[in-house]
């Protein structure tokens, strides 16, 4: 969730101009890390989110499972009404075999969020836990046995149906790999295979709307790995009303195979939400922790690498957020589970122009990363949950850093005037100075979801350009006004 200022104080930052392949941010922000948990075997997948007690439990979650013993099912709570934060640990369940997946959704569509893991060991199952109130604990359900050991999930609104959230999972390994999908039909769950796989492990998963050609439908995002005479392969699956249609968005080359994969709004030259994904070998460009953007839509799709590493690891923990204030767009978040380094990076940039910086090097192996409200207490941005070396940390940018006012043109707050605030309909944006590029306008919600995006052609200085905002709900959002080097960032509050 972005979390608002709510100060209407503009901010002016500069954006980053470094080369794609950097190693060290040109505008490093500084970061605090917190431990969550310690423990000691290796965790998986992690997730975050509120409404698990209830509609009206507005208190966010984090969740996670361990793929070696004990083989605990995790449930973290803040139980702390001011800072520090105080984290309560639910043991929920105890395997004896391991799991990976860890999702948290509404899946049987009752209004509650449920936890959803699925096991990476004989006997395969996937599971449910969701919160009796009249009881006050937490119950088990078994959807189904599965065929094989999971490598990667997620769970949402795959089929557009608007109903349930659907789990989208993979089991098996190799030329045994399939892609799955279990959801509730309103009185028993239904489980089906959706993709045959390409003959190498899915080892990602993610669903969202990436491809523009097909309006604001989700699609889902599956990665595979692949090995140095058979790369990995990038799918897109969508349902079209009849069937699961898939398409190769990008077959890579020998020698790439593919970890982890996220979709997220990470670069402002493109329309909509790109698709990243982790590469877990590979020379060159594409070397080993590679972080490769995937951008396009309907039948034409690009690539290319923004981030390289300097040493051989394997970036397994992948996600999108919005964690640097630094950053017009969402940040690409990773950690590393081969090393040394064992670290934690944010990637951020825009077309060529990339830039990296290290957030904490965390000593051990991490196969599960996720953003959003960790810290109930802060309201800069979103914050990181990471599950690594047997622990879970929480790491948030501090606002003291990597902010740079810029003096070029002389910028003040009366510079610019976004009027009225709050407002019902229509907004006025009127710059006093010159700009050196039309300003490119996005609003987001308190959920962290893009609204709207304007681009204000034809903007001069001196002039007030109208913005209609009467199809937006009442609410509060976070207007991103950018133009070349200058960014400026206001609350503004639809109010009828």
């Not at 972005?2 to 500084?30: E, G, H, N, R, W």
């Not at 981030?307 to 690409?332: C, H, I, K």
């Not at 959003?372 to 879970?392: C, P, S, W």
């Not at 300003?439 to 209609?468: E, M, W």
Request: aromatic fraction near 10%; glycine fraction near 10%; hydrophobic fraction near 35%.
């Amino acid at each position: 969730m972005i979390k608002f200022i709510c100060s209407l104080i503009l901010t002016f930052i500069t954006l980053s101009t470094a080369s794609p392949y950097d190693t060290q941010s040109s505008m490093p922000v500084d970061w605090s890390i917190n431990t969550i948990w310690s423990g000691s075997a290796t965790l998986r997948q992690i997730d975050i989110d509120n409404h698990l007690k209830g509609i009206n439990d507005d208190t966010f979650r984090v969740f996670t499972v361990q793929a070696a013993a004990p083989r605990m099912v995790l449930l973290f709570t803040d139980t702390s009404t001011a800072l520090p934060m105080q984290w309560r640990c639910d043991t929920l369940e105890i395997s004896p075999v391991g799991y990976y997946g860890a999702c948290i959704g509404d899946v049987d569509r009752d209004g509650d969020n449920d936890l959803v893991y699925i096991r990476s060991a004989t006997p395969y199952f996937l599971f449910r836990q969701y919160w009796n109130s009249t009881g006050s604990t937490w119950i088990t359900e078994t959807i189904t046995s599965t065929t094989g050991g999971n490598w990667g999930m997620d769970v949402g609104d795959a089929d557009n149906n608007g109903y349930t959230d659907d789990i989208i999972y993979s089991a098996g390994v190799t030329s045994s790999s399939r892609l799955n999908r279990a959801y509730w039909t309103g009185s028993a769950w239904q489980n089906s295979e959706i993709w045959s796989g390409d003959g190498r492990t899915i080892q990602g998963i993610a669903i969202g709307n990436f491809d523009s050609s097909n309006g604001d439908s989700n699609e889902i995002v599956v990665a595979t790995a692949g090995s140095t005479t058979n790369g990995g392969r990038v799918m897109r699956i969508k349902w079209n009303g009849s069937i699961w249609d898939t398409m190769t968005m990008w077959k890579a080359p020998d020698n790439s195979s593919f970890t982890n994969v996220a979709i997220g709004n990470i670069d402002t030259t493109n329309l909509g939400n790109e698709v990243v994904v982790a590469n877990g070998l590979g020379p060159g460009s594409m070397a080993r922790g590679a972080i490769i953007e995937v951008y396009g839509s309907g039948t034409t799709w690009s690539q290319r690498p923004i981030f390289t590493p300097t040493a051989s690891t394997n970036a397994w923990g992948l996600t999108v957020g919005d964690v640097m204030t630094t950053n017009p767009g969402d940040e690409v978040i990773f950690a590393n589970s081969l090393g040394p380094p064992y670290e934690v990076r944010a990637v951020y940039g825009a077309g060529s122009n990339w830039s990296n910086e290290l957030i904490y090097n965390i000593g051990g192996s991490s196969f599960g990363i996720v953003t959003g409200n960790v810290n109930k207490h802060r309201t800069l941005n979103q914050e990181i949950a990471i599950a690594g070396n047997g622990i879970i940390y929480e790491a948030e940018q501090q606002p003291s850093g990597g902010i740079t006012v810029i003096n070029t043109n002389q910028l003040t707050q009366s510079n610019i005037v976004i009027m009225p605030n709050p407002t019902k309909n229509i907004l006025f944006v009127k710059y006093n100075g010159l700009l050196a590029n039309p300003p490119h306008i996005t609003l987001y919600n308190t959920a962290g979801r893009l609204v709207k995006c304007y681009t204000l052609n034809g903007f001069d200085q001196n002039q007030s350009y109208k913005i209609d905002v009467s199809s937006i709900p009442s609410g509060i959002y976070l207007m991103r006004l950018v133009s070349g080097e200058i960014k400026t960032t206001k609350v503004i509050v639809i109010n009828r």
